[in-house]
């Protein structure tokens, strides 16, 4: 694993959690809803992506193996995530959701362009 993706993945997280903690001093219910929308899918995603961008660069690495690995690990996190978050948390459940489906389907969006753009120079060469 990179180190520079390291430092930036810490970076974002140190970065969400200062936002979060000034969020909830703003107590605005919506504001704080918006804020966990926004960083579950953003932290597992980034996560899941540097795993399976790490199995990706082996050489021995079944492409389709990674994928489905990677798949498995997401839901799984997805789903302790959001019991955690409405059981320990108090949101509102529209800006939650709106906020959390916009952020994952652009965060998939994004790694699947990016693993296109990397099978095609790969392919290129």
Same mark, same amino acid.
């Given at each position: 694993m990179n180190g520079r993706l390291w430092i930036i993945f810490i970076g974002i997280l140190v970065f969400l959690i200062i936002i979060g903690k000034l969020l909830y001093n703003e +107590?605005?219910? !919506?504001? /704080?809803?918006?804020?966990?929308?926004?960083?579950?899918?953003? =932290? %597992?995603?980034?996560?899941?992506?540097?795993?399976?961008?790490?199995?990706?660069?082996?050489?021995?690495?079944?492409?389709?193996?990674? +994928?489905?690995? !990677?798949? /498995?690990?997401?839901?799984?996190?997805?789903?302790?995530?959001? =019991? %955690?978050?409405?059981?320990n948390i108090s949101i509102e459940k529209i800006p939650f959701i709106l906020s959390f489906t916009v952020t994952f389907i652009l965060l998939t969006l994004s790694e699947a362009l990016y693993f296109r753009n990397s099978f095609l120079k790969q392919k290129s060469q």
């Open positions: +107590n605005s219910l !919506s504001v /704080i809803s918006v804020y966990w929308g926004i960083t579950v899918p953003l =932290v %597992i995603n980034l996560f899941t992506f540097l795993i399976a961008k790490s199995m990706w660069n082996k050489k021995d690495f079944n492409v389709t193996r990674g +994928n489905i690995v !990677s798949f /498995i690990l997401r839901v799984l996190f997805y789903g302790i995530a959001i =019991v %955690i978050i409405t059981i």
